[in-house]
């Protein structure tokens, strides 16, 4: 049976102020792809990211998710998939209306999330009444990854993801994603590949806009 394709990015271009940040980038994920995506600031990694959840037009080539334009079909596309920012939104709401709010419009239940906020090591009956963004950083990284999981989406994609973890955080982190028991894809956007060691299959490095390496771990 072939691989089933969950991303297909063919000759993408992007450009800010006339500058190409993504040029002519062509990647292809399947199901069970745990991608490290690496390079420097500025390479295009983010750029891409954002490409592909429908955040940015592209200005030619293609990009699909399942078959559908990330544009054109922008919700189907986005119920797929759950998607960690390097930096935290400001969410204004507080901690139960944001759990209230992400069970109504992904279905996923806020008992679920909070279980796997405790497994994160997140005391989430605590900060129930307090605003997401006076959490601290840790704090709204783990209520993030926990949303996050108990999405139980295809594809999950983790920008910097352990950037305001600490160690013990990272090792409950590393363990939930292990323990992941239904076919699904990971992008991590990270620097460093010991980052991601024994949980990524394979490597992409881009520089300038494109895609230099494309390789299996």
Same mark, same amino acid.
């Given at each position: 049976m072939p691989d089933k394709k969950i991303v297909e990015a063919r000759n993408?271009? *992007?450009?800010?102020m006339g500058e190409r940040v993504l040029d002519d980038?062509?990647? +292809? !994920?399947?199901? $069970?792809?745990? !991608? /490290?995506?690496? $390079?420097?600031n500025g390479a295009g990694k983010t750029t891409f990211v954002r490409s592909m959840l429908g955040f940015y037009h592209i200005d030619s080539g293609k990009i699909q998710i399942e078959g559908l334009d990330p544009i054109k079909s922008r919700t189907k596309v986005l119920k797929e998939i759950s998607f960690i920012p390097q930096l935290p939104p400001p969410v204004k709401l507080n901690v139960a209306?944001?759990?209230?709010?992400?069970e109504r419009s992904s279905d996923t239940p806020s008992s679920?999330? =909070?279980?796997?906020a405790k497994a994160m090591d997140l005391d989430i009956d605590a900060?129930?009444?307090?605003?997401?963004?006076?959490? +601290?950083? $840790?704090? *709204?990284?783990?209520?993030?990854? /926990? !949303? /996050?999981? /108990?999405?139980? +989406? *295809?594809?999950?994609?983790?920008?910097e993801p352990t950037a305001n973890l600490d160690?013990? =955080?990272?090792?409950h982190f590393y363990k939930l994603l292990s323990g992941i028991d239904y076919p699904h894809s990971t992008i991590f956007i990270t620097h460093r590949i010991e980052e991601v060691e024994g949980l990524a299959n394979r490597k992409i490095y881009m520089d300038l806009g494109k895609v230099v390496e494309d390789e299996r771990l």
């Amino acid at each position: 049976m072939p691989d089933k394709k969950i991303v297909e990015a063919r000759n993408v271009v *992007k450009q800010f102020m006339g500058e190409r940040v993504l040029d002519d980038v062509t990647i +292809s !994920i399947d199901l $069970g792809d745990k !991608i /490290a995506m690496m $390079g420097p600031n500025g390479a295009g990694k983010t750029t891409f990211v954002r490409s592909m959840l429908g955040f940015y037009h592209i200005d030619s080539g293609k990009i699909q998710i399942e078959g559908l334009d990330p544009i054109k079909s922008r919700t189907k596309v986005l119920k797929e998939i759950s998607f960690i920012p390097q930096l935290p939104p400001p969410v204004k709401l507080n901690v139960a209306e944001l759990l209230e709010y992400v069970e109504r419009s992904s279905d996923t239940p806020s008992s679920r999330i =909070a279980e796997e906020a405790k497994a994160m090591d997140l005391d989430i009956d605590a900060q129930m009444q307090k605003p997401f963004f006076k959490l +601290s950083g $840790g704090m *709204k990284q783990k209520l993030l990854i /926990a !949303i /996050a999981l /108990a999405r139980k +989406s *295809k594809l999950f994609v983790f920008d910097e993801p352990t950037a305001n973890l600490d160690p013990k =955080a990272r090792e409950h982190f590393y363990k939930l994603l292990s323990g992941i028991d239904y076919p699904h894809s990971t992008i991590f956007i990270t620097h460093r590949i010991e980052e991601v060691e024994g949980l990524a299959n394979r490597k992409i490095y881009m520089d300038l806009g494109k895609v230099v390496e494309d390789e299996r771990l």
